[in-house]
């Protein structure tokens, strides 16, 4: 199997490594740089689970070739606190009860920060449309959409 050179940033670290180039953005993240926050689940696309953000839009790491990443800015959910303090949008998740069991939550405010930086004050519908593609076994969406809504109040 041939191996790329690439270079990038995740959550504003700049890496350098060689990858083969049938890995995925996903397994580069999880396995070789140990940033579980973003979960593996299908690995097919169909789940969203595995959501980052590559330039400031919202990807599935698992249909990402590591190779498309060179050049490229990735945010996970790792890199969006400021040390211990949450945004606004991980305080919300919190206050409405949107986490659950957490396995979906990073793929959610991932996908939710990006909305919110492209869109501030989003509509309900703007919302569903946005996180639409990730699913949550657990909480029945309507705390994930009104925490995203909330966050976009700007309520500190």
Known sequence: M?????????????????????????????????????????ERGDCGLCTVLMDGEPVKSCLVLAVEVDGREVTTIEGLAKGEKLTRLQRAFIEHGAVQCGFCTPAFIVAGEALLKRNPHPSEDEVKEAVGGILCRCTGYRQIIDAILDAAKGRE
Do not use: P, W, Y
């Open 2 to 42: 041939s191996r790329h050179k690439i270079s990038f940033s995740v959550n504003g670290e700049r890496h350098e490594l060689e990858v083969e180039a049938n890995r995925t953005l996903l397994q580069l993240l999880r396995e070789d740089l140990e940033m579980t926050g973003t979960k593996r689940a299908c």
